[in-house]
């Protein structure tokens, strides 16, 4: 078993930035790359963005150049860095091994003020 904790999510004017940590536990060995997914009411949950232990990285166009993904192996923590944040980014975020094989953690709540 694997999971998750996300956390710095909070309000954020548009434009700005913010941090997302994503710390695992549990059975870490089995985890080689995190992905970022999000979640707004009456919406899919949506891909965000993946890295790999090795440091390689997707991104969703949508967030392609405003997000980047990073790992700390040595605290088995990943981080989304989010820049230059929109109103259409405000959303639950989630963090797992993609595309989803554990369970879903809480989420951040992640709110764009226009």
């Known amino acids: 078993q694997v999971q998750f904790v996300e956390s710095g999510g909070g309000l954020v004017q548009a434009g700005g930035p913010l941090r997302l940590p994503c710390a695992a536990s549990?059975?870490?060995?089995?985890?080689?790359?995190i992905g970022w997914f999000r979640q707004a009411p009456g919406n899919q949950g949506e891909f965000v963005a993946r890295i790999c232990r090795g440091g390689s990285t997707e991104y969703a166009d949508s967030v392609k150049g405003r997000f980047t993904a990073s790992i700390d192996n040595a605290k088995d923590t990943a981080y989304l860095q989010m820049d230059s944040l929109k109103s259409e980014d405000t959303a639950v975020y989630y963090c797992n091994v993609p595309p989803g094989l554990y369970p879903w953690g809480q989420g951040t709540q992640v709110t764009v003020s226009s």
């Open positions: 549990g059975s870490t060995f089995r985890v080689d790359s």
